[in-house]
């Protein structure tokens, strides 16, 4: 193949089985060339994966700088390697099939593509619904309550794109980071993720940064595994870092005044009159 595929993990201190099983899903793919595995966890104890695949590359960076910013460190020497195609995987992602293929000659043949998310999957084959509108402070309030119930089912159903066919391909300004394809051209442009933000929402401004030149795709032909436990509801310094993101997110972007959300918003739903 003429082209150079890479692929990051970040890691934290995972489970090694839910970890093991991301990596040799992402490795059983032959034209993956490396897989960069960036350790934020405060000791090197995943250095023995690196004997999994001759492949991989282990980098402890026990500063824990943030879940961007160690993409950050496996992007730049992507980069420099000369990739074309960087895939961002979340250590609980896995799938049986050659998935990441497919999305590169798609990519391939549309090189206005930026940033590219496949079909994302709960265990039970049921469907994560991840590409959204661009939110109002409000959007992320409602989804978090969810009350009223009334409301909140006729605004999720709207905001998620729920009422799209889930076997479209199409436009949308936010996709999500747990396993997304990055044009490397559209990096070099756009930037990397922005250090900001240490978790949440880097993913968002990223896609919304990379949307303003390039296309943001959902990509549902094929899919891939999420063990997803919303842990950000569940952990009051996950959430606390939650809120802090969102800030984040709203000062730079705008809280409700944001003289781009409509016009990207409307563009995205007039795709599908």
């Known amino acids: 193949m003429n082209y150079k595929i890479t692929s990051s993990i970040v890691i934290y201190n995972n489970d090694e089985k839910i970890l093991k099983s991301a990596i040799k899903s992402v490795l059983n793919v032959s034209s993956v060339n490396i897989l960069f595995l960036i350790d934020n966890s405060e000791k090197n104890i995943f250095f023995q994966l690196k004997k999994i695949d001759s492949r991989i590359i282990y980098i402890h960076n026990p500063s824990n700088p943030g879940y961007g910013s160690g993409h950050n460190i496996a992007i730049k020497k992507a980069i420099t390697f000369g990739s074309k195609y960087h895939f961002i995987v979340n250590p609980d992602i896995y799938f049986n099939n050659n998935i990441i293929d497919p999305m590169i000659q ?28 661009l939110p109002n402070p409000l959007s992320i309030i409602l989804r978090k309550i969810k009350y009223p119930s009334f409301l909140h089912k006729k605004f999720i159903n709207w905001y998620e794109l729920r009422f799209v066919d889930q076997e479209k391909i199409y436009y949308a300004p936010i996709i999500s980071g747990c396993f997304t394809l990055l044009n490397a051209n559209a990096i070099k442009k756009i930037g990397m993720y922005d250090d900001s933000f240490f978790m949440y929402f880097e993913d ?41 993101s969102a800030f984040n997110y709203f000062n730079k972007w705008g809280w409700f005044f944001d003289k781009n959300r409509s016009f990207i918003n409307k563009k995205t739903l007039d795709q599908f009159k």
């Open 204 to 244: 968002w401004d990223l896609s919304r940064r990379i949307n303003q030149k390039f296309k943001t795709v959902y990509y549902p032909k094929v899919s891939v595994y999420h063990e997803y436990n919303s842990e950000a509801n569940k952990n009051k310094k996950l959430f606390k870092i939650f809120l802090r």
């Open 106 to 133: 798609y990519m391939k043949l549309n090189s206005n593509i930026g940033m590219m998310m496949p079909k994302i999957l709960n265990k039970d084959n049921s469907v994560q619904f991840l590409p959204k509108l």
